[in-house]
């Protein structure tokens, strides 16, 4: 299926790399510009020469309050209106739930909730409802099945999807609002959690991973693009009468019914 991308322009989060990076790239490969947001300036650099003008480097940190004038100048910059926004970032810190810290909580918070809900405050204006305005929350499979060691995500990323259903009803009918829960992926968020095993049990990266693997019903990590596709197809109007859902794109790990 070809999506009509043309002359659209998408705010995507966490851009420079692993999950948001594969969006950026379907997007532009579909002739969408991008406004491209992560923290370090250099890696955005690199991303437009690889992948070209269509990409609008905008550095900035989701979770901090002064992201949101950054974000709302590089939209006036851009035009002024967008067709959607993926909400995504880097990951919140693992641990377990007793173990952690107050400021490691509200920074989880901060990053998946407290700056995603200024984010949208702001960007809800910019999003054209003439067309069909398209919200993507990136979020976990942890919000159907939790994830053992991970429990800022097991505990906060339920109540994001809920974000999204909310929304869904409030932005309805002129915008849509989704979520998209990834099981495992090969990008550096996903390594870093297997070399992390590795050091708690005291076993190889390659045999964390394998683990992680052997429990994946389609047996291994997912390609970043696996999940790019199904996030464009959200955004495009190929996905018009989809809203308020909660899609896994797993290998099928996650074993809760439905
Ligand atoms: N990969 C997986 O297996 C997996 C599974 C389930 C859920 N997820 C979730 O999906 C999301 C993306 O994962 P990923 O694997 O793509 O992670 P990743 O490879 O670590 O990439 C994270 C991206 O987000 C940016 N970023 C990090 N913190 C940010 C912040 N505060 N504000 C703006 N940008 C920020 C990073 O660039 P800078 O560092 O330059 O800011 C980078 O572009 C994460 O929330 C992760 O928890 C991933």
């Known amino acids: 299926m070809k999506l009509d991308l043309e002359g659209r322009t998408h705010l995507v989060g966490g851009a420079s790399r692993g999950l948001g990076r594969a969006v950026t790239a379907e997007l532009v490969a579909g002739g969408a510009r991008v406004l491209a947001l992560s923290r370090t300036r250099e890696t955005l650099d690199a991303l437009r020469e690889e992948l070209g003008d269509a990409v609008l480097p905008l550095a900035a940190d989701i979770a901090a309050p002064d992201a949101v004038a950054t974000v709302q100048r590089a939209v006036a910059d851009a035009g002024g209106r967008l067709d959607g926004v993926v909400i995504n970032g ?8 007793l173990a952690l810290s107050d400021e490691q909580w509200l920074g989880a918070y901060e990053l998946l909730i407290g700056g995603p809900l ?3 405050r702001a960007l809800v204006p910019t999003l054209k409802a003439d067309d069909g305005g398209s919200v993507v929350f990136i979020t976990s499979s942890s919000v159907r099945q939790p994830i053992p060691g991970l429990d800022t995500s097991n505990v906060l ?3 994001v999807a809920a ?12 915008i849509r609002v989704n979520s998209v829960g990834p099981g495992r992926f090969d990008t550096d968020r996903g390594r870093s959690l297997d070399t992390a095993r590795s050091q708690r049990e005291g ?7 394998a683990a992680v693997e052997a429990t ?19 955004l495009s109007d190929a996905g018009s009468y989809v809203s308020g859902a909660a899609v896994q794109v797993d290998g099928g790990s996650v074993t809760a019914v439905p």
Do not use: M, N, Q, T
Not at 163 to 174: D, I, N, T, Y
């Open 90 to 97: 880097g990951g919140p810190p693992a641990g377990r739930a």
């Open 118 to 120: 200024r984010l949208l």
């Open 157 to 159: 990323r339920p109540g």
């Open 163 to 174: 974000l999204a259903k909310v929304l869904a009803r409030e932005l309805g009918p002129e």
């Open 203 to 209: 076993i190889s990266v390659e045999e964390a991973r």
């Open 216 to 234: 994946i019903p389609l047996g291994r990590y997912g390609d970043p693009a696996e999940l790019g596709r199904l996030v464009a197809f959200l």
